[in-house]
C-alpha cells in the first residue's frame, strides 16, 4: 500500500538517508520516495500508517497529521 507524508525538516541527502534507514528498519521490503522541494515522502509498505509516521518523527522530522 502506498502511504504519502507531508515531512518537515528535510534538507539534504543525509535526511533523506535517515528517514529512508529508520523506515526499512520497520520494514526492509518498503520502497521509499523522498521530494524535498514538496516536503514529501512516500512510502511502499503493509506497515500501518501511524507506525511509519512514528519512525519518521523518531529521526527528528515533523509529520503533519
Known amino acids: ?7 518537515q525538516g528535510m534538507s539534504c541527502g543525509h535526511c533523506e ?8 528498519q520497520l520494514d526492509p521490503q ?4 523522498i521530494d524535498r522541494s514538496a516536503d ?5 509498505s ?3 500508517r501511524a507506525e511509519l509516521a512514528r519512525v519518521i518523527a523518531d529521526e ?3 509529520v503533519a497529521p
Not at 538517508?17 to 526499512?24: D, E, Y
Open 60 to 62: 527528528g522530522y515533523t
Open 46 to 48: 503493509e506497515q500501518p
Open 40 to 44: 514529501q515522502v512516500t512510502v511502499q
Open 1 to 7: 500500500m502506498q502511504q504519502q507524508f507531508q515531512v
Open 30 to 33: 518498503a520502497q521509499v520516495h
Open 17 to 24: 538517508r535517515a528517514i529512508t534507514r529508520a523506515v526499512q
